[in-house]
Every structure is written in C-alpha cells, then in structure tokens.
C-alpha cells in the first residue's frame, strides 16, 4: 500500500526501510521527498497528520480543525504579547491549509545569505533555477478575474484612493475560481499545495507515506543517523500505542520550525543554535464592517497586497475567513457578540504583517509539548500601531462604519479621531492581539558550526545523515510569506542529497 | 567536519516492494479530485475521535458557561449537548497541559459570580444574561491569566456555535452551494471554456462596480514575469 494509517501498523509494531525517510509532508518535506523519489531513491514519509484527499474538504470548522490542524488549533506562543499560531497537521503539512500566497524571498534577503555564508549559490542568481522549479510544479501565477471579490476591490481600490502601492499577488494556484476555503483545505483542487502537486508526483515516482505516526527520536548509530521511531496514534482515544520504526540511508526532518527543533533537542546536540532564532511574522486583524453588504467570504483571500509601507516591513492585506475562526477572536458575549457577527456579510478582515526585528526560541516542555518564546520588539510595537491605524484609514476612506481594532482595551473605533487616540504611550504590548501562521529559523543554515545547526547541504554538523528541510533552515528573516522559499530550499536539498546518495548507489554497484 | 562524511552505501535493495503503477496514479488522481460533495463529516477514512472524558459535575459547569456565553437568538435545539460533544472531541487533540488549563477554567469561571462578590450562586446557576456580564468583566478586569480563560473559553464555545447549521443559515453565511457553483466553474475553466458574465463575483458594494474589472487585467498585467507561470490543465 502506497499510503498508510493506524489500522495498517502492527499492534506489536512495524518496522520499515527505505533509502531516504522524510519526516513531515508539509512545504519542505513534499518538495525535499519528490526530488529525491524522482531520481529513484526509495522514499518513505512519515506523517503525524491524517490523509485527506481534495474531495473530502469542506465549510465547516469545527471538525476540519482537528482533521487538518495540530492541537485542533489551540497553539500558542508565550511572550509580551502572547500569540496565538496554527500550523498543519495532515498530509501536504501547512500548505493543505494555507492562504496561497506564493512569494520568493526578496533579493536582498538572498543576497544577504549568500554573503554571510559565502556561498553565491544561496543568493538571488544562484537560488534561480529553484525558484523557477517550484514556481513551474505550483503553478505560481496571478489570478483569474473571476476569483476576485468585493473584499479584494476594497482593498485595491482603498489603496488606490489613498495614493499606496499594491502589489498584487501571485499564488500558487490553478484556475482558483474564489472559494475563500482555503483555511480549511481547497474543495476545487486549485489551490496546488503540496497535496496536490509535489505529493502526487513523489508517489508517482514510487514514494510511499506513512501516515497517523509522529516521529519521536532518531535512531543514532556509530555517531550516524540511521532511521527514525515514532508512534501511531489511534484515531479513538488519541493514544499514542503503536511503535512504528524505520531505517533509512539518510533521514530528513522536515517537521516545521516548532516541531523539528523539538524532535532535534531530544538528542542533547551541543549546537547552541539549535532551537534559537525564532521567527514568525507576526500579524494583527483589523475587522472592518461596512454599512452594504460585500460578502467577502466570496472571492479569494489577499488578492493583492498593499506593500506602500514594505520599506519598514509592513504589509496590509485582506484576510476574511469563515464565521467560526472569526466568532473566536471577537470580544464580547451573549447578543453583543451576535450584534456583530450577524453583520457577517458585511464585514471585511484584514490583517497587518510586520516583519520580525527580534527572535525568540523552542524549548522541549513537559508532557511532549513544545514551548516557544518571543517577545515583541519596542519598534514592532510602534510598526502595528502604525499599520493598524493605517488600515483602519483604508476602511473609512472606502466608507465602512466600524472597526474593531487589536487592542485589548480599546476595540471599537467609528472614526479615525477615536483610531488616532491609540498610541504607543497610551498601550501596552500586552494589550495588542496577534497572531502568526509563518513560522522560521530554528536550525537555520550556514557555514559554521558555531553559527548555524545545518551546513549548506542541510545536513547537521554533528549527526551526519540527517538532514533538515523545512521553514527552520531560514538563516534569517524573510519579510514574505515564506513557502516557496521553503521549496526552493527543499528543493536545493533535495537534489544535493540525491547526487550523494545515487553516487553512493553506483559506487556500490560498481563494486 | 563530520558533515563531510559520506553516508553508508546502499548494498541491497529496499525491503518492501514498491506499489504497482495503477496503484500509485490512482491515488495521485484522488488527492486531487474535487468531488463537490462538501460534507461535514468527510466520509474519507479518516475516524473523528471518541468524546474526551469528562465528569458529570464539569459537565454541569460547562453546559452553564455555554449557556453565558452563546446568544439568545437564534434558538438552537440541544444547544448544550451539541457543543460539548464537539468540545470534548476537540479536547482528544490536544496537548495535555492544555486540556488541564481547560478544565481548570471550567471550575474558576463557575465560581466567577461568588470570588466577584455578584452573587452566591454558582455561573451554571444564574440566568445567561446575568453570566454573561459577570465574565465580560472578569474578562475587561484584565486579572492576567484569568481573564485569558475567558478568552479561551469563548473560542472553544462560540467557534463551535458559529459552526452550526441554524446559526450560519441565521447570519446568511450559505457557501455549500456557492461553492459548488465553484466546482463546476473550475470544471469549466479547466477545460479551455471562456468565463461568462455571472461567474463573477459581485460587484455586491455600491460604488466598487465602475473600474473594477479593468484594473484587475491591467494589475495582472504588471505582475513580474519570474512570478507569471504557465496555467497548466489539472
Ligand atoms: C493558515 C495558514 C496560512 C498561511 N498562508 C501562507 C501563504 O499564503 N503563503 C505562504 O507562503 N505561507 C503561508 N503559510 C505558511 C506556510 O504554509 C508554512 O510556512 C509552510 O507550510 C511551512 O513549511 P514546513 O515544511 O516548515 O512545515 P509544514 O508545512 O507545517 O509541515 C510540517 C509537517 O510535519 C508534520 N510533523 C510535525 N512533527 C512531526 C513528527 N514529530 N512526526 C511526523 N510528522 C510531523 C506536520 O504534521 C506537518 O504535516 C500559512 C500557514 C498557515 C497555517
Ligand atoms: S479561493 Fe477557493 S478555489 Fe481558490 S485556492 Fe482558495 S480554496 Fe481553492
């Protein structure tokens, strides 16, 4: 069987071999697998998330989040402000649920890279080639006309009254015709995450996936990674009682920059990096309502972007999702809450991203929990004010009669003199109300060990045959969303690792 | 560097056979099928876990907090149930600490009228309108930690409420048919037709109609070409 679940695993436990087992199916993982099962290597991968396929996606939220996201979405960060993040627990990992957006890493971020680590091949010209094959396997494009919605005219059109730049997005996407599901897993099959573009191609190509089995230490012989154990859990009681072990040639971590850095520090590595530079592009929501109805949940999310303020590392975009994950975050109670959610059709979300100026760190917590930490930096403090209230400007200026604004203590605003009145003397950071779902940084990559937790191959310095290719490898921040950086990476790895170990494969035949 | 070390070579061939090629492209096509069927409860294998423990007396408490915290209108039949058995399912997902952090904000909040000095009853006790205002302030009282437990407590409730089909068909939210509207129109579009008028979407706001559709193909035109990919058929 091709891909498997808790019932298919022996009660006593399996054992499994391959050449290469990946851990985690989400944008490094995918893309990292494909390549190295394209150029004929056994692939194994194995998924803590259930199989969904395209058709089993829906509307309704309350039984998605357990299908599809990790702790059915009660994750957060701890810090000045805490924050809440969500990321993918299924087969295709963060991209089954993500929004789409599908930018490389701006060139001087790349070029940055590519001086620090010395290696040109890291840098805007040298990571080319890669860019080029992810954009070609996610078909990476502008959308259809007829996947645009009011939210999106909102913004583009606010944006444009104002005098700001947008930019308007490319997503990974094939005919997306404007569902607004993708939090919840594309019904249509457009959007092309890697569910549906680089998995099927690494199955084609021989690969197989273990599903249902979180991966829980590596397998260490003679100083050398040899394979992974983790446990199915069974889908009744969530108990984790089924050992599945596997042996590989070379293994690849590729379960985010929580989880990875998680299952890495379980083996008292000495790099001091491991699990440090922490990043995650925080976010803020702006909830406009307008006086007419524009039913922004039809339309795609995020159309374009508004970039006018990208220079301080702020970008405005529109962010409407479902009624549920909205009713979540919206203060109040009773009929006051309902007061604001029947005007569902004709309210806006949007969202302010700052870039980060400051890290944070993963550390292994009690009771197989993660714990991670960041506080949020003076300057971005100032950055959210300032994007709020800019955002805020954006929604008067296109007539809407309300916001309901991030702040714990001050939330409706009906004009932009009661917006203004907010500043960074009269809040504190614990008062704003983030939220993440880009992730990076926690092994990034270098060349020095002293620096970094993988060298430029992805492989860690002090456990040879074992590989990371996921968000965590990023040496630094990005400013953009962040998958297809991941897949060029991924991708960049993967091929590395296939000449390696194809030669391998030759030198031993030839022997 | 140990990095530099070359891994083991391969001396045989893996242990399991690798699946037939009908197999593996059969089940490429499926994860990427979009059947339309759009169900709540996806009949793709996968198997929703079992309610999560929880006493009859948590029960009691909990079932007053739904009541505090969902509104009045409009009326749902078995209200309480009904969200407490998504709860509870939800609650197998999840880490342990946090479960423990659930509970024990099922016993805080319930006690939240008697340590506020409201009144001597209990939260499950009191009417929802009077609960209701209790926690708003226990949550605006900004008491750290506690006043996080009534913002976690009302994700885990309203989320659930907002789900329900009396609830979203109440604030007009219908996407079941307009997406399968969708399906069909990608269906379409993939097979080379042209779009017509209706498939839009919109425009719904006064005032968003004029240069909407202009601005989108010459917005479209401007995007960098290393980020414009071929539209590739499914
Ligand atoms: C709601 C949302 C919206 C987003 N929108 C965008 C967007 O529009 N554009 C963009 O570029 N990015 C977006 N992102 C971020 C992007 O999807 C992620 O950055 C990216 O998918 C991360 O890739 P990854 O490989 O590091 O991890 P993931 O894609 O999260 O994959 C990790 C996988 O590893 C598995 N795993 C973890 N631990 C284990 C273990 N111990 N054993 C076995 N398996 C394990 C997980 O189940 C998961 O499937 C969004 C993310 C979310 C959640
Ligand atoms: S908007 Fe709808 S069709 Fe488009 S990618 Fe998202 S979920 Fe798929």
């Known amino acids: 069987m091709t891909i498997l679940r808790y019932a298919d695993y022996e009660p006593r436990g399996a054992e499994f071999d391959a050449d290469v087992v990946v851990v985690g199916t989400g944008a490094g993982g995918a893309s990292t697998g494909a390549i190295l099962a394209e150029a004929g290597l056994d692939v194994l991968f194995c998924e803590e998330g259930g199989y969904h396929p395209t058709g089993s996606f829906n509307p309704y939220m309350t039984e998605s989040m357990s299908r599809l996201y990790r702790d059915s979405g009660t994750t957060s960060i701890l810090g000045t402000p805490n924050i809440p993040y969500v990321e993918g627990r299924c087969v295709g990992g963060s991209t089954t649920l993500n929004g789409g957006m599908a930018y490389r890493a701006p060139d001087h971020v790349l070029d940055d890279w590519a001086a620090t680590t010395g290696d040109p091949t890291l840098g805007t010209a040298g990571m080319e080639r890669h860019f080029g094959m992810v954009e070609e396997s996610i078909h990476a494009g502008p959308q259809h006309a007829t996947s645009v919605g009011d939210d999106n005219r909102i913004m583009y059109q606010g944006a444009q009254k104002l005098g700001w730049k947008s930019a308007v997005n490319t997503r990974n996407q094939s005919h997306c015709v404007g569902t607004n599901n993708c939090i919840l897993g594309c019904p249509t099959g457009a959007k092309q995450s890697t569910l549906v573009s680089y998995m099927p191609r690494a199955i084609r190509a021989g690969a197989r996936c273990l599903t249902e089995v979180r991966v829980e230490r590596l397998l260490i012989e003679g100083g050398r990674c040899v394979g992974v154990e983790g446990r199915a859990v069974n889908p009744r009681t969530r108990a984790y009682d089924r050992r599945v072990r596997v042996r590989a040639r070379a293994v690849v971590v590729s379960a985010g920059a929580v989880h990875t850095p998680y299952l890495l520090l379980r083996h008292k590595l000495r790099s001091r990096e491991l699990g440090r530079n922490f990043l995650c592009h925080p976010n803020a929501k702006i909830i406009a309502q307008y006086p007419f109805d524009v039913h922004a949940w039809q339309g795609v999310s995020q159309w374009s972007q508004v970039r006018e303020f990208h220079g301080d590392g702020i970008v405005l975009a529109e962010n409407m999702v479902p009624p549920a994950p909205l009713a979540a975050t919206i203060p109040w109670l009773g009929r006051e809450h309902m007061d604001i959610l029947e005007r569902y059709n004709q309210t806006l979300v949007t969202g302010c991203l700052v870039e980060d100026s400051t890290t944070g760190r993963v550390h292994r917590g009690p009771l197989g929990m993660p714990i991670v930490r960041y506080d949020i930096s003076d300057w971005d403090f100032q950055r959210f004010i300032f994007g709020t209230e800019r955002l805020a400007e954006l929604h008067f200026a296109m007539g809407a009669d309300r916001v309901i604004l991030p702040y714990r203590s001050f939330h409706i605003a009906r004009s932009m003199d009661e917006v203004r009145r907010v500043t960074p003397q009269s809040l504190k950071k614990s008062d704003l109300e983030l939220f993440t779902v880009h992730l990076m940084g926690t092994t990034r990559m270098g060349s020095r060990p002293e620096s970094s937790v993988v060298d430029l191959d992805g492989q860690l310095w002090e456990l040879p045959g074992c590989y990371v290719a996921d968000a965590s490898v990023f040496p630094t921040a990005i400013g953009v969303n962040p998958q297809v950086t991941i897949m060029a990476l991924g991708t960049r790895i993967g091929e590395r690792l296939a000449t390696r170990l194809m030669r391998c494969r030759h030198a031993a035949a030839a022997a | ?234």
């Open chain 2, 1 to 234: 560097m140990a990095s530099h070390a070359e891994p083991a070579p391969i001396v045989a061939p893996t242990a399991s056979p690798p699946p037939t090629l009908p197999e593996r492209e059969a089940l490429a096509r499926q994860m990427m099928e979009a059947t339309g069927e759009l169900s709540r409860h996806p009949g793709d294998g996968w198997i929703m876990a079992d309610p999560a423990p929880l006493s009859p007396a948590l029960v009691r408490k909990f079932h007053g907090l739904i009541r505090a915290m969902c509104p009045p209108e409009p009326r749902v039949p078995d209200l309480e149930a009904r969200i407490e058995d998504q709860v509870r399912r939800m609650m197998r997902y999840m880490q342990p600490l946090i479960v423990m952090g659930f509970k024990a904000a099922l016993h805080v909040l319930d006690l939240a009228p008697v340590w506020r000095g409201k009144s001597l009853k209990r939260l499950q006790d009191l009417p929802p309108d009077v609960g209701a205002r209790i926690l708003t302030e226990v949550e605006r009282a900004r008491l750290g930690p506690i006043s996080d437990m009534v913002s976690a407590a009302r994700a885990a409730v309203l989320a659930p409420y907002y789900d329900l089909d009396e609830v979203l068909a109440h604030i007009g939210y219908t996407p079941v048919e307009f997406m399968r509207r969708r399906v069909a129109l990608r269906r379409r579009l993939a097979a080379g037709e042209a779009a017509l008028d209706g498939d839009h979407i919109g425009p719904y706001a006064p005032g968003l109609r004029a240069d909407n559709l202009a601005d989108i193909a010459v917005a479209a035109a401007r995007v960098e070409p290393q980020a414009k990919a071929k539209e590739v058929a499914p």
